[in-house]
């Protein structure tokens, strides 16, 4: 993807601040665990203690305002390198749009655009003209796509994939798959077609709350579809926090992303905690 490869650089791939002061999230007023605010002051001794340098910030809220707030935070921030923002991608001006927030402060932090697609009732929102319209012009601008679904829209997300090889595509928490023994096979099938399309890479993210503890035994099987069948130039980390702590701290997250990697050489495990991100999200050169 990127013209350079970092493989030192320990990065989280997936996370989210929001402030309950500034912008009400409504989806985590039934949710103790969640219902108050989470900003970098938070996470950032747990990025210490793990040796995390850097991370990708990712939307919340379909508000364009919510992405010019984490790109102004990432101007100032240690640790945020890129920003996954939102923007109507059905717009006719959607060009317009992202030029907007790439001249906003801290614009160089962007680094692409998600939608909920798992709130959207219509299982074939992906393929309707106006979107794919959109997703084009993110592609044109050099911008990642990702893609958040439900495992019943997984297989709308994967022919959009095959069907849009000019855009580059990341696919969130592994597709939210059921972890259940009947339901890895199923799955499976659907990762052994994006194999094929260099296109798109996936998150090892957001697993542990689809799991019961410990979390390794049942998450073992999906991570290695992923690395064997993508490889670990197509797989990146993240954290999902503080969405994570729903099942597991930080810390444990972190060490069930590392236990679900120890079978990988040292090389391939910079890939999964740092490098495809770096590529993906075209970190080389930013602060």
Same mark, same amino acid.
């Given at each position: 993807?990127?013209?350079?490869?970092?493989?030192?650089?320990?990065?989280?791939?997936h996370h989210?601040?929001?402030?309950?002061?500034?912008?009400?999230?409504?989806?985590?007023?039934?949710?103790?665990v969640?219902?108050r605010?989470?900003?970098m002051?938070?996470?950032?001794?747990?990025?210490?203690?793990?040796?995390?340098?850097a991370?990708?910030?990712?939307?919340?809220?379909?508000?364009?305002?919510?992405?010019?707030?984490?790109?102004?935070?990432a101007?100032?921030?240690?640790h945020? /390198?890129?920003?996954?923002?939102w !923007?109507?991608v059905t717009? +006719?001006?959607?060009?317009?749009? =992202? $030029? %907007? @927030?790439?001249?906003?402060?801290?614009?160089?932090?962007?680094?692409?655009?998600?939608?909920?697609?798992?709130?959207?009732?219509?299982?074939?929102?992906?393929?309707?003209?106006?979107?794919?319209?959109g997703?084009?012009?993110?592609?044109?601008?050099g911008?990642?796509?990702?893609?958040?679904?439900?495992?019943d829209?997984?297989?709308?997300?994967?022919?959009l994939?095959?069907?849009?090889?000019?855009?580059?595509f990341?696919l969130d928490?592994?597709?939210?798959?059921?972890?259940a023994?009947?339901?890895?096979?199923?799955?499976?099938?659907?990762?052994?077609?994006?194999?094929?399309?260099?296109?798109?890479?996936?998150?090892?993210?957001?697993?542990?709350? /689809?799991?019961?503890?410990?979390? !390794?035994?049942?998450?073992? +099987?999906?991570a290695?579809?992923? =690395? $064997? %069948? @993508?490889?670990?130039?197509r797989?990146?980390?993240?954290?999902?926090?503080?969405?994570?702590?729903?099942?597991?701290?930080?810390?444990?997250?972190?060490?069930?992303?590392?236990?679900?990697t120890?079978?990988?050489?040292p090389s391939?495990?910079?890939?999964v905690?740092?490098?495809t991100?770096?590529?993906?999200?075209?970190?080389?050169?930013?602060?």
């Amino acid at each position: 993807m990127g013209p350079q490869r970092d493989t030192s650089l320990r990065i989280d791939a997936h996370h989210h601040v929001w402030d309950l002061a500034v912008r009400d999230l409504p989806w985590t007023r039934d949710i103790p665990v969640l219902n108050r605010s989470f900003g970098m002051t938070d996470l950032r001794p747990h990025l210490r203690k793990a040796g995390i340098g850097a991370t990708v910030v990712v939307q919340t809220s379909a508000v364009a305002e919510e992405t010019t707030d984490l790109l102004a935070l990432a101007a100032r921030d240690e640790h945020m /390198r890129a920003v996954v923002g939102w !923007t109507d991608v059905t717009h +006719p001006a959607i060009g317009e749009a =992202l $030029d %907007r @927030l790439r001249e906003s402060p801290g614009g160089a932090a962007l680094a692409g655009i998600r939608h909920a697609v798992q709130d959207e009732p219509d299982l074939q929102w992906l393929h309707r003209e106006e979107v794919r319209r959109g997703l084009k012009s993110i592609g044109a601008a050099g911008l990642v796509y990702e893609l958040l679904v439900r495992p019943d829209q997984l297989p709308m997300a994967v022919k959009l994939v095959e069907d849009l090889p000019e855009v580059s595509f990341v696919l969130d928490h592994a597709g939210n798959p059921e972890v259940a023994p009947d339901a890895l096979a199923p799955w499976a099938a659907l990762m052994g077609r994006l194999v094929l399309r260099p296109n798109v890479a996936v998150k090892l993210s957001g697993l542990v709350t /689809r799991s019961p503890a410990p979390h !390794t035994p049942f998450l073992a +099987p999906y991570a290695d579809v992923l =690395l $064997d %069948r @993508l490889g670990p130039e197509r797989v990146m980390f993240g954290s999902d926090w503080p969405v994570c702590l729903l099942a597991a701290s930080y810390d444990r997250t972190v060490a069930v992303a590392a236990s679900l990697t120890a079978r990988l050489s040292p090389s391939e495990q910079a890939q999964v905690h740092g490098g495809t991100a770096a590529r993906w999200y075209r970190m080389n050169g930013r602060r």
